[in-house]
């Protein structure tokens, strides 16, 4: 229960900590405990979707580094582990706050569009036009190393290069695959490079579940970054070895794009949802919709509606088939078009839109305009230190492996970002401009009380990213769960044209009751790989206790300590 989680005076802190016998000592040896899921820790915490990234980054907190260091370490050992998912040939989208500064910012890893890029290739009458999506055209600029450099730069604390040593050393002496991740090698196996099916296979063949995988040049590239910093990609060896393979594979990426690209930094956006201030990522990320989900379901009782309720999840699906349209209407790059925040993220629009909701009957969705295809393979962490620093983050290739292209020698995969534009019609606020943003789904968020972090969580998935991460919020707000609970819970998305997934768990009863109120139903399980996070604090402001929790959807791991 959400009473239990937070400790709003010093008399009640310390009474916790002698309870979960967390020493008051600042410099207390390590109390780490696993509550049926949920995990606690009384100095820091983190959780991510592989179990060595999760050690990795624990082992730079326990070493002293802040959560801005593990944070960089994290996301590298998960280029390593989850090589499908996210790396150096990357972008995402990243929340920070800062103890020191009291501040949540976003950090932009996405890139900008190529500038040699003609989106007339990703449309008919193009020859192989829907090929130009998935391939070396659809690369756009990685930013992911250029980001990781920047937060370490604005707040790490350790040496840069210490960052890098799990993520070498496991690429390096290799790790022993998981069958999920060995699954999607042998899915995409023989679509990789020749030089890449010598890294992921064995006599021709995809390594198999419980076998080693070993990327020792990914390791040197990786060594190459923690030598000479993100110059390496953007700029030095690296970056000329991505702009030898592009130009041999008819890609629009280039050495002089690398080398121009920034991390950015931002102010995030955020509503008050129920006296806690939801904070998100601000355009270019396309974030917003999150944020309108849960003001529109603001104007409900859902405590009383009750959870996953026929009556709850009918105005969860009708709301979240508006944040939908709202998506497709009005996101942009800023530098093409201005996207209306204060109309959408305002009580007076949550309102409008509420009191059109037919509360006895399902309504068709009517798009303003094409809908981009979603991009599912992605992953996300989160990490806090004892100091109250907080880092949660969203990063991805596109598809599984990216484009599907390995510069020789390097190890990385490239993304397919440019995929996820909008191509129809031509010049549309979501086509691919060059030299401009390219648009981000991902939804990184922290849930803040009283100034400070109280919750941070995201959650891979594609388009159901912006309508999972609202439910987990609802879940630990307004009905009062524990961060455990709160992601295992099963969820509900509207999937275009006209379908509404339903998990598993949501009883059969409930499903009958959707139906009958017009709603298409499908059956599933696997919305999302979430993890989170949650901090309580003394009187005087000072972090006392952790709880964190992975997604029992994935096989990442939440460690505490």
């Known amino acids: 229960m959400r009473d239990s989680i937070l400790v709003p005076v010093v008399v009640a802190a310390a009474a916790l900590m002698i309870a979960v016998g967390v020493a008051a ?72 706050f800062s103890a020191g500064d009291r501040e949540a910012l976003f950090l932009n890893s996405s890139g900008l569009i190529p500038r040699r890029v003609d989106s007339d290739v990703f449309r008919a009458p193009a020859p192989g036009y829907l090929e130009n999506r998935r391939g070396a055209k659809a690369v756009s600029t990685p930013g992911n190393a250029n980001a990781w450099e920047a937060m370490w730069k604005k707040y790490g604390s350790l040496g840069w290069a210490d960052l890098f040593e799990p993520a070498i050393e496991a690429a390096e002496k290799g790790f022993i695959l998981d069958e999920s991740t060995a699954g999607m090698i042998a899915r995409a196996f023989r679509s990789f490079p020749a030089h890449a099916r010598e890294i992921y296979g064995v006599n021709g063949e995809p390594l198999q579940s419980g076998m080693r995988l070993i990327q020792a040049d990914l390791g040197r590239s ?83 509606l009750g959870h996953n309720t026929a009556a709850y999840l009918h105005r969860y699906a009708e709301v979240t088939k508006h944040a939908f349209w709202a998506r497709l209407r009005y996101a942009s790059d800023p530098l093409v078009r201005p996207v209306p925040l204060d109309m959408l993220l305002s009580t007076d629009y949550w309102r409008d839109q509420v009191v059109t909701i037919d509360l006895e009957r399902a309504t068709a969705f009517e798009p303003p305009g094409v809908v981009p295809p979603p991009a599912s393979h992605t992953t996300h962490f989160v990490v806090a230190d004892r100091w109250g620093n907080v ?48 648009l981000s789904g991902d939804v990184p968020a922290m849930v803040m009380l009283e100034g400070r972090p109280w919750m941070a969580l995201g959650t891979p998935g594609g388009h159901t990213i912006a309508q999972t991460v609202p439910q987990m919020i609802m879940n630990m707000i307004d009905f009062e769960m524990d961060v455990f609970e709160a ?67 994935g096989t990442g791991l939440a460690r505490g300590y």
């Open 487 to 553: 992601i295992s819970a099963p969820r509900v998305s509207f999937i275009e044209p006209d379908i509404i997934m339903i998990e598993n768990g949501v009883p059969e009863r409930v499903r009958s009751e959707l139906a009958v109120m017009g709603h298409k139903i499908r059956g599933g399980w696997g919305l999302g790989n979430a993890h989170a996070l949650t901090i309580e604090y003394d009187g005087i402001g000072a972090p006392v206790r952790f709880t964190g929790a992975a997604d029992p959807r």
């Open 391 to 438: 880092v949660t983050a969203t990063q991805t290739l596109g598809n599984a492996f990216g484009s599907r292209i390995m510069p020789p020698g390097t190890g990385i995969w490239l993304n397919n970002s440019l995929a996820y534009c909008t191509f129809e019609p031509k010049g549309n606020p979501m086509d691919a401009f060059p030299g401009h943003h390219k």
């Open 222 to 304: 990786l060594r190459m970054i923690a030598e000479k910093g993100a110059y390496a990609v953007h700029g030095g060896e690296l970056g000329e070895a991505i702009d030898r393979a592009m130009r041999e594979a008819g890609g629009f990426l280039r050495l002089d794009d690398l080398a121009e690209n920034e991390a950015e930094w931002y102010e995030p956006i955020s509503i008050d949802y129920r006296g806690f201030e939801i904070v998100t990522a601000p355009p270019p990320a396309n974030s917003f919709p999150a944020l309108v989900r849960l003001g529109m379901m603001s104007r409900y009782d859902n405590q009383s």
């Open 25 to 96: 000592d600042r410099d207390a040896p390590e109390q780490t405990q696993q509550l049926e899921g949920l995990v606690v820790g009384s100095q820091g915490m983190v959780s991510s979707a592989h179990p060595l990234a999760t050690e990795a980054g624990l082992r730079i907190l326990k070493a002293g580094g802040n959560a801005f260091d593990a944070a960089v370490t994290v996301a590298a050992a998960l280029n390593v582990t989850e090589p499908m998912m996210s790396g150096i040939g990357g972008y995402g989208t990243i929340i920070t």
